[in-house]
């Protein structure tokens, strides 16, 4: 698997981060993949012709 990086995070957003991670009962890492895995599946579906922003119903 790749390795991403992340440099300059600002404190604060770095306390919420660990904090939603921990109210998931996740690490930081676990966290961090779902969010990037859920934003990357939008993007895809937004791509398939969809309107940004629109929830499926």
Sequence with gaps: MATI???DVPDDLYEL???S???QGQTL???LLELLTDIAAR???DADGR???RGER
Excluded: H, M, N, S
């Design 5 to 7: 990086e992340i440099r």
């Design 17 to 19: 981060l660990c904090a």
């Design 21 to 23: 991670a921990k109210d």
């Design 29 to 31: 890492q676990q966290y």
């Design 43 to 45: 993007a895809v579906r």
């Design 51 to 53: 309107e940004p922003g």
